[in-house]
């Protein structure tokens, strides 16, 4: 696990830093009850990402993706945020992150209150019509039929989530990239970091100069070669101590 030792150490190099960019992935989302992708009772034990997280199989096959589709709806809608979406978002208040790159589509970095979040993966809260366009909330789309059909034109419809085989929107790399580069410190919460181009913010963030430090209870891809630090926690958990290390901090 981690020691107060390391939370103290974040929270210097969090004081210290004159740009800090936070990486969030499903790790994030776990003390909030939704399931990560990978790992023990991953998504993707369950549902093939390949087949069911696919845009031809809902393009082609909606039925198939609308049943995985429908297993993250009912756990993603009802979910709140946790202790770390809120301490990611007092830090932005207190001006010490600049910006979350989050893989997640949940929209709870929104919901806790953070402002500028970069939505790599865009989100599952709103659903278009791939025929007339028509968007509508996640959570007014009845998921008794599936796939559900779009209410003016009977059009199959897709949530605003970037599904594999599909850009991630241009905006948002651009804006990831630049943040990456820029930062003198980055934050990879919750993520095993093997889905490109979003595993590659890290490395950027390093090769810029910053420190990298990881919060996330098991070692990953990133520990031993991107990162300048771990913390071995849960990330609600962790983040919640060391903002208020930080607060402690700047009072001092
Ligand atoms: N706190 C922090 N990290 C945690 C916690 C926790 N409480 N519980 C689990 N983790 C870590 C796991 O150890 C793992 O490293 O969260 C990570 C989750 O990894 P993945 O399930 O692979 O999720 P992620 O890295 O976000 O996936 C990236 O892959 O399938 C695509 O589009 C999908 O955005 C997703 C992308």
New binding site residues.
Partial sequence: MYTDASIERLARDIVASKKTVAL?????S??SGIP????KG???EKYN?EEY?HITTLRYHPERAWIMLKDMQLAILPAKPNA?HYALAELEALGLLSSIIT???DGLHHVAGSKNVIE??GNLQTTSCMDCGFQQPSSAVPLDTIPPRCPKCNGPVKPDA?F?GEAIPLDALTRSHQEAQSCELMLV???????YP??SMPEIARSAGAKVVE????R?PLTDFICTYSIH????E?LAKVVGKVKELRKG
């Fill in positions: 969030s992935g499903a790790g994030m776990v003390e990560t992708f990978r790992g991953g998504l993707w990402p997280g770390g893989q997640n589509v790599f993966h970037v594999f919460i919750g993520t095993e970091a093997v889905v979003a595993a919060i996330n209870p098991s990953t926690g849960p990330a609600g962790v």
